[in-house]
């Protein structure tokens, strides 16, 4: 029930009319009968100055920041936790003593998954990351921060393969990191632990294999943070023959469940929010 004491958590994005953090969020404050409910706001990004500024003034308790505000958000928060800054972009806000703190789950979602969902450990391992956008650069950071032996970038521009190099290779030196080309995309793959689409390619039925069938083995892990549908054709091709496949369901629940931490001071029922999101 809305009273006067209900407290307001945000996403701010845009577009947000996708999303599925409000169900899952709202879900898991009410399990924990917390009085506060989880509204989308669809801010343009010449608005989201005065949005932040708003939220402040009528005392907000928190919020999730999503495309393609995350980068720009740093410039509004008193401060940013050591996570967020390593990996330069933000998708939580709360309050700590009065102060707006910008912090980022996104790279430790990603890491719960693959650890619990995945029984995979990303120390000492040969990673391959296909993308080098906002969530390419989260995950990159964790799996450095997580000593992963090798890690190869690929995307179609180098430029931004580069960007995301030199930001991680200030984090962790042992982790040897290199930028793929198209041309050694496919002996890269045979060789890896571990594949990550971090690309929107195979949201849409029409979009093409990402990668050839033949690069798949039984000793490979292949995550597709893609969650819609649950399995793109790249997961589908790998896990015929023989890989581990992991798509990005649970990677949403962990990165809300630990944003609910932040806001709430209180650990979410994660089963609860992914039932929710997956229609159960
Ligand atoms: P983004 O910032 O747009 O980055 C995607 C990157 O992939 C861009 O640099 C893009 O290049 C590149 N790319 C596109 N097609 C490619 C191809 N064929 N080969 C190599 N690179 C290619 O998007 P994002 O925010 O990182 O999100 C990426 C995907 O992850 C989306 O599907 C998103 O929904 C999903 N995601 C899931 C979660 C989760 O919790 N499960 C969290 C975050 C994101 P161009 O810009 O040049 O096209």
Known sequence: MINSKTKLICLLGHPVGHSKSPEMQNVALELDEINAKYMAFDVKPENLKEAVEGLKAVNFMGANVTIPHKENIMKYVDELTEEARNIGAVNTLYIKKGKLIGDNTDGRGFILSLMEDGGFDPKDKKILILGAGGAAKAISTKLVMEEARELNIFDLDEQKSEMITDNIKKINVKTEIKII?????????????????????????SDPLLLNGNVFSEKQLVFDLIYNPKKTKLLLEAEKKGAKILNGLGMLVY??????????????????????????
Do not use: R, Y
């Open 181 to 205: 080309k198209k041309c050694e995309i496919e002996e890269i793959a045979k060789s890896v632990d571990l594949i990550v689409n971090c690309t929107p390619v195979g949201m849409k039925e």
């Open 255 to 280: 990165q809300g469940a630990l944003s609910f931490e932040k806001w709430t001071g209180k650990k979410p029922n994660s089963n609860k929010m992914k039932n929710k999101i997956e229609g159960e």
